[in-house]
């Protein structure tokens, strides 16, 4: 079991940048694979960008390709999502998440379902 805690959140106006954090804590904390979701008010909370650890793939949604950078710091067992171009649609609750048993197969397909520890999340506003 591992530990998350969202940070960097805040608000910013179109087109502006945003780094969030993630730093995890726990039990072999660096085999995990993690990915960021992000919900919007009344709306289902879907993936955002996620990282398979053994190959270090990258996987991002189609909406914030180009836009969003996923990548971490082993050293200091921390998650990054690195957001560009932040669009008034980005706002959301951003969460990070985690989980050992993530397949290759299904890792860009950013199940809920496959992960089974999250963070509280941290609020991200674009205004237009």
């Known amino acids: 079991q591992v530990r998350l805690v969202e940070s960097g959140g805040g608000s910013v106006q179109a087109g502006g940048s945003l780094t969030l954090s993630c730093e995890i804590s726990?039990?072999?904390?660096?085999?995990?694979?993690m990915a960021w979701f992000r919900q919007a008010p009344g709306k289902e909370r879907e993936g955002v960008a996620a990282l398979y650890i053994p190959g270090s793939r990258q996987y991002y949604a189609g909406s914030v390709k180009g836009r969003f950078t996923i990548s971490q710091d082993i050293a200091t067992s921390t998650l990054y999502l690195q957001m560009n171009s932040l669009e008034p649609e980005d706002t959301a609750m951003y969460y990070c998440?985690?989980?050992?048993?993530?397949?290759?197969?299904?890792?860009?397909?950013?199940?809920?379902?496959?992960?089974?520890?999250w963070g509280q999340g941290t609020q991200v506003t674009v205004a237009a």
């Open positions: 726990g039990y072999n904390v660096n085999k995990y694979s």
């Open positions: 998440a985690a989980d050992l048993g993530v397949l290759p197969s299904t890792i860009g397909l950013m199940k809920l379902s496959d992960f089974g520890n």
